[in-house]
């Protein structure tokens, strides 16, 4: 129990991150910089608001295997609250912005605890993705992987970085393959995620 408090409490860069990517101004493509430019400004945002106004969690049976169960929490308190009768391991925040879906960051994780997987995104007002960061912390070689994506608005990515960081120390490492890596679907559009059809802003909270 304590491991997994460790991992899943682990706070996530966000965006931000993407936005400050090694880059050269004077001769980056101008579409590149209007992407991580967006990117950013989606990262302010949703920072600024604080709490998501949205969540929506599986709590279909994790040991099942069985199919998602998608239920919507309005407050991360009610989510908590809800944890003492039903547990759940694929979690969604969101934050709308004039009743658009522009941030859903989802948290991945199992009943050992053991690792986390953050896929976070920054959806435009078309609902395609502009950029999508994917971190895995894990126990399974004690690592932190961190990609990076930045989309045009066909889904085209752009521009594309994987960062390797040691899980305790938090210092950059060399590129390894001596992790168990995680593989989730990564959705481009807002249409593709599975509860598309779920995503409205409860009323006063945008």
């Known amino acids: 129990m304590m491991l997994r408090s460790v991992l899943l409490g682990a706070v996530a860069l966000l965006f931000a991150q993407a936005a400050c990517m090694a880059q050269n101004p004077s001769v980056e493509d101008p579409a590149l910089t209007a992407v991580r430019d967006y990117v ?12 998501p106004h949205l969540i929506i969690a599986d709590v279909s049976d ?3 295997n069985s199919k998602p169960v998608w239920k919507k929490y309005v407050s991360e308190e009610e989510l908590e609250n809800s944890r003492e009768e039903e547990e ?7 934050w709308f912005q004039d009743e658009i879906p522009v941030a859903v960051n989802f948290t991945y994780s199992s009943p050992s605890g053991d690792w986390a997987l953050y896929v976070e995104y920054a959806f435009r007002k078309d609902g395609s993705a502009a950029g999508i960061r994917r ?9 932190i992987v961190t990609r990076i994506s930045l989309l045009d608005e066909n889904g085209k990515v752009l521009k594309e970085t994987k960062e390797f960081t040691d899980l305790e120390t938090q210092k950059p490492v060399p590129a390894t393959t001596n992790f168990a890596d995680m593989e989730v679907d990564i959705y481009k559009t807002v249409k593709e995620i599975p509860f598309a059809s779920m995503l409205k802003p409860v009323s ?3």
């Open 135 to 143: 971190e895995l912390r894990t126990f399974q070689g004690n690592i």
């Open 40 to 51: 950013k400004s989606v990262s302010e945002f949703s920072n600024k608001q604080g709490s």
């Open 88 to 94: 759940s391991y694929t979690l969604a925040y969101i």
């Open 62 to 64: 994790y040991n099942e």
């Open 204 to 206: 006063g909270k945008q």
